[in-house]
């Protein structure tokens, strides 16, 4: 007990400690999984010291549940996908948690497939399966859970410049999903204001194939409309990606105030790797998140861990490396 306590308290030191160097870090959430886990085994290890049946029961009830979630998950991927498809059409960023579901899915048909069969073949390919979606569901684990801490920490400190990203026009007209982004930037300019403080804005967004006008240009527009003088925008017309967006928004934030402070506002489901991408982007700011259709948000937060992972690709397509070798081994 005092030994899971004492490795907890160790993990979440070093979170502590690489939370306040930066909070824009994935590792983060690994340190706080970390001690998550340790301190869950710590309750265990506590209750068994008092009543042995009830540290039972709660284990049992731990085993039983992760593959009942890992069913539910499935069918709710599978549900949640269907409606991508009917609402936003049939394009690969709307096939995601479709694809995920049925996958869950084929990979329990798989699994008991394998134990029937008891063939030394497909129990080597079943264990090099285990093993890798073990390491990227811990890491989607981690993901998840520091992106919900990272989204509920509000950064008090006075900003130069609140920095809005694109995220695609309708011809020129901005949709839901980008006018949920304005709207809060909106929020923070005029909370801003009230505090006697007059940051400026940058819409950031270049103008894509399908796009009448860049997008920076329309979504200026919008925030006049609803009210925002026009003399507090900056207009950032060139970028095509969120390190474009970030890294040309920096570009006219240091040639106006060389030590500035900003802070960037995207929507909620793509604020974690908008922070990461601005620490790779040297970019002196942190995100905050607007709100997204619910529907939406599974699709999107698969997304956001894909890009994750691929940002990371050499070292963790080692680790899967690794691991697929061990279990190739284990079969030899």
């Given at each position: ?74 069918i709710f991927l599978v549900i949640n996908g ?251």
């Amino acid at each position: 007990m005092l030994i899971s306590f004492g490795i907890a308290g160790f993990w979440f030191l070093v979170f502590a400690l690489s939370f306040l160097h930066d909070r824009r870090l994935f590792r983060n959430g690994i340190f706080l999984v970390l001690t998550l886990m340790f301190a869950g085994l710590g309750v265990i290890f506590a209750l068994d010291s008092v009543s042995g049946t009830a540290a039972r029961w709660l284990v049992l009830a731990i085993v039983v549940a992760i593959p009942v979630a890992i069913v539910v998950l499935a069918i709710f991927l599978v549900i949640n996908g269907v409606t991508m498809l009917r609402r936003e059409g049939r394009r690969p960023a709307t096939l995601l948690s479709l694809l995920a579901g049925l996958g869950i899915i084929g990979l329990v048909i798989f699994g008991i497939a394998v134990q029937q069969l008891s063939w030394e073949p497909f129990d080597a390919v079943r264990s090099i399966l285990v093993g890798v979606l073990t390491y990227i569901s811990f890491l989607f684990v981690c993901f998840l859970a520091y992106a919900f801490v990272y989204s509920r920490v509000r950064s008090s400190r006075k900003v130069d410049f609140v920095v809005v990203l694109g995220s695609g026009l309708r011809g020129s007209r901005v949709p839901p999903l980008l006018a949920s982004r304005l709207d809060r930037a909106k929020q923070v300019y005029g909370r801003a204001v009230r505090k006697g403080r007059s940051p400026m804005i940058i819409t950031s967004g270049g103008q894509g194939p399908d796009e009448d006008v860049p997008e920076s240009h329309a979504m200026a527009s919008y925030l006049i409309d609803g009210g925002v003088p026009a003399d507090r925008i900056l207009r950032e017309d060139r970028s095509t990606s969120t390190t474009e967006n970030l890294t040309f928004s920096r570009e006219l934030m240091v040639s106006r105030v060389p030590a500035y402070r900003c802070l960037i506002v995207t929507n909620n489901f793509h604020a974690f790797r908008a922070a990461l991408t601005a620490r790779k982007a040297k970019v002196n700011g942190q995100v905050v998140g607007s709100p997204t259709a619910a529907y939406y948000w599974p699709t999107a937060t698969i997304r956001e861990f894909v890009a994750i992972l691929y940002s990371h690709k050499y070292i963790n397509g080692g680790i899967c490396l690794l691991i697929t070798a061990g279990a190739i081994l284990q079969h030899v």
